[in-house]
């Protein structure tokens, strides 16, 4: 099992290192670390094979059984101590863990295969959001996520903590410009909308789709939104205008997903 090293100081450099990571999104870009909180995300880390930086354990939770089964695995991994006040001081969350990690974080190799399902947001500001569509896309088997223009930045503790894991499931890529990646698509690329759209529940997906979801309250920008090739409209209740994006995108792959179970006919 790794020695837990004891840190008692703020001032500590791996201290603020960690501080950096929870707060700034530049930090994470130019470090290409990510701060995970939790057991659970760590395992996922561990899982899938992540390449750690350090492993902080608050005091109170030094003996936990799950603490030190994940110490156990992490070979190599320089793991320290805090005082449960410093701890705190680290964690994103409003109810410490009792641990922490930094992983190394990359974008994938090669570009989104366009013989599979893309998710694709433009301008998704709001983290819980990001991550909850991430991990609606890793459920319902959607590999390939990608992020335009004025997204949550992926890596960040919120998005993490939303996403539950699906960050080690799906390929995540950050896309300048999507219109020209769009384009080129060769399958259905759709977006959700309430005039000229074919009900959700009319169309057949089983083949190959982009999906196209945009910012929250202003949607799709204009230049992303011209790329889309069917309009979608997801039925609901009279009085009802629209859903949570997170929501939409749900019903959508949750539905797409649905079909493609169905027995061949």
């Known amino acids: 099992m790794q020695t837990l090293n004891p840190i008692s100081s703020r001032e500590n450099p791996i201290v603020k290192r960690f501080r950096r990571l929870g707060e700034s999104s530049r930090a994470r870009r130019e470090e290409r670390l990510a701060l995970i909180d939790g ?10 094979g992540w390449r750690f930086g350090d492993i902080l354990v608050a005091e109170s939770a030094r003996h936990s059984d799950e603490v ?16 449960d006040a410093l701890f705190r001081q680290l964690s994103p969350v409003e109810t410490p863990s009792g641990m ?4 190394d974080w990359q974008e994938p190799e090669t570009p989104p295969d366009p013989t599979t399902d893309w998710l694709v947001l433009d301008g998704v500001q709001d983290a819980g959001n ?10 319902t088997g959607v590999k390939e996520v990608i992020l335009g223009p004025g997204c949550a930045q992926a890596w960040g503790p919120k998005v993490l903590r939303a996403a539950m894991g699906a960050h080690f499931v799906v390929r995540i890529h950050s896309v ?8 080129a698509y060769p399958g259905r ?11 959700l529940f009319e169309t057949d997906l089983r083949t190959p789709t982009a999906w196209l979801f945009g910012a929250e309250g202003q949607g799709l920008s204009a230049p992303v939104a011209a790329t889309a090739r069917q309009g979608i409209l997801i039925p609901m209740a009279p009085g009802i205008e629209s859903l949570n994006v997170a929501a939409a995108a749900a019903v959508c792959l949750f539905e797409q997903r649905r079909q493609r179970l169905l027995p061949a006919q």
């Open 39 to 48: 057991a659970h995300l760590i395992a996922a880390a561990m899982d899938a």
């Open 100 to 103: 922490l990690a930094s992983v």
């Open 176 to 183: 300048d410009d999507l219109p020209p990646l769009l384009r």
């Open 189 to 199: 690329v759709a977006a959700t909308r309430l005039d000229g759209a074919q009900s």
């Open 130 to 139: 990001v991550g909850t569509m991430m991990r609606t896309a890793a459920a």
């Open 68 to 83: 030190l089964r994940l110490l156990a695995r992490s070979t190599g991994v320089s793991s320290y101590l805090l005082p």
